[in-house]
């Protein structure tokens, strides 16, 4: 990166950033939701590295004859986040396994759906349930 | 320049493709691509997380995760406008405020003027090491790592609770990710060796050059996710039996803690590696070479229960 992109980095951040965003909050599938926020999360990462980057400068490891480093501290901050980022990736992915097994599904529109039909065939009872607790709490007091 | 086009067109793609297969592969390249972008931008410790971990890792997961829900994904029922209307009001918010930013490389930006030329001159000074970017890690900002490592336990942790890990040892030759293939075989069979021994330099190497406990962990880690795909199942669980890993992860985060600890005991702040030795500096380089083997350990063990879990769950379905 000798010649300054000037901030041309930063706009394609930007746009990363919103093409994630607009996947986590436009899809429905689960699993692809959860690429989208790889696509943010990588996004920060870009933001940050090119933030720590200066003209003319080296990887921050002491060489001789450089007197410009990068600086490390993007750099530290990044690299756990990345590592922490794939372990949070897993259990959201372990958690879109569980609801698949449970619901055979990882659409969002069909999980509603079956949480909805759910509720119809036991709403009558649950209804019910609802007014006789009220009851017995108006008797209590 | 070319490399964060090609990031556009594969985000692009992604958003574009129904195929679930090809959006995960597609993010393996991405992930490749940001390492080779980290690399032009001077960060080659980050460089080589994002490879290990981006391109690694995460696809093999990403595909184990699919294989256990579904690889198609339905059309959207709803229209995209009132979503698109969002983001483009959001970025373009965004892009306003990015407008005031100082230049990337810009040697007087804020990045460059505060902690940042502290570290430079007295990194390798009162740590003893070349690599800035180890000391920072493990000695000026211990504690942030500390916390970081105790959030990939509990990560690990989670995701036993939700998938469960099926216990001992369930050999049964022939069955595996990929059928019985020859070639491939005696290529990962070559390879493993020399994986585990390079994770093994990275852990150990970790202040003189690139790398460290983070991208030795999951290095070590890959060893035994690629023998396990290509061998029978249940082949790296002989090796590193389930039963083991939680514990090395608890031991990983407890060598890290008892460091700062034993800081404590010799009067000293927590985590302050110069109580470990007569000589500041060489306590400092012993207490870095501690708490990056806990990182190390507890990494590897975590990134190992996330692939053994959803193998096995794999298997009971």
């Known amino acids: ?137 108006e008797d209590a007091r | 320049m070319t490399l964060l086009g090609f990031l556009v067109l594969i985000a692009v793609a992604a958003i574009r493709l129904r195929d679930l297969f090809a959006v995960v592969m597609l993010f393996g390249v991405y992930s490749l691509l940001t390492a080779a972008l980290f690399m032009n931008l001077d960060a080659v410790d980050v460089a080589f997380t994002e490879a290990a971990v981006g391109a690694g890792v995460s696809t093999v997961l990403m595909l184990s995760g699919l294989h256990l829900t ?75 790592t500390f916390g970081e490592t105790v959030v990939i336990f509990t990560a690990g942790l989670a995701v036993m609770l939700l998938l469960g890990i099926q216990q001992g040892t369930h050999n049964r030759p022939g069955l595996n990710a990929i059928g019985d293939q020859l070639v491939l075989r005696s290529v990962v069979k070559l390879l493993v060796p020399a994986i585990l021994l390079y994770a093994l330099y990275v852990q150990f190497h970790g202040d003189f050059g690139a790398g460290g406990g983070f991208q030795a962990g999951v290095i070590f880690a890959t060893g035994f996710v690629l023998y396990d795909l290509a061998f029978g199942e249940g082949d790296a669980r002989t090796v590193v039996p389930p039963g083991w890993l939680h514990r090395l992860a608890a031991l990983g985060v407890l060598i890290y803690g008892g460091v700062g600890v034993y800081a404590l005991l010799a009067g000293k702040p927590f985590l302050d590696y110069s109580a470990l030795s007569a000589d500041p500096v060489a306590g400092q380089h012993l207490g870095v070479l501690l708490v990056e083997l806990g990182v190390g350990i507890t990494v590897f063990a975590v990134i190992l229960t996330i692939f053994y879990a959803f193998s096995g769950r794999g298997r009971r379905a």
């Open chain 1, 1 to 137: 990166m000798s010649d300054l992109p000037g901030i041309y980095n930063y706009l394609i951040v930007v746009f990363l950033m919103m093409a994630g965003f607009y996947v986590v909050i436009s899809q429905g599938n689960l699993v692809k939701k959860l690429v989208g926020l790889g696509l943010f999360q990588t996004s920060v990462f870009i933001l940050y590295i090119s933030m720590g980057n200066v003209i003319g400068g080296a990887a921050p490891i002491v060489a001789e004859g450089v007197t410009v480093y990068s600086s490390p501290l993007p750099h530290v901050l990044i690299l756990t986040a990345i590592v922490v980022g794939v372990a949070t990736t897993a259990v959201g992915l372990s958690l879109a396994v569980r609801i698949h097994e449970a619901y055979g599904t990882v659409e969002e529109d069909d999980i509603t759906a079956q949480d909805r039909a759910d509720d119809e065939t036991v709403g009558t009872s649950s209804t019910k349930d609802a007014a006789a607790n009220a009851t017995s709490t």
């Open chain 2, 70 to 144: 579904s690889r198609w994904e339905q059309r959207p029922k709803r229209s995209p406008l009132l979503p698109l209307l969002v983001v483009g009001v959001t970025g373009a918010v965004l892009v306003h405020a990015m407008l005031d930013a100082p230049f990337v490389g810009d040697p007087q930006a804020p990045v460059q003027t505060h902690v940042t030329p502290y570290y430079i001159a007295n990194a390798p000074v009162e740590v003893g090491m070349p690599n800035m970017v180890t000391a920072v890690l493990a000695s000026y900002r211990g504690y942030d």
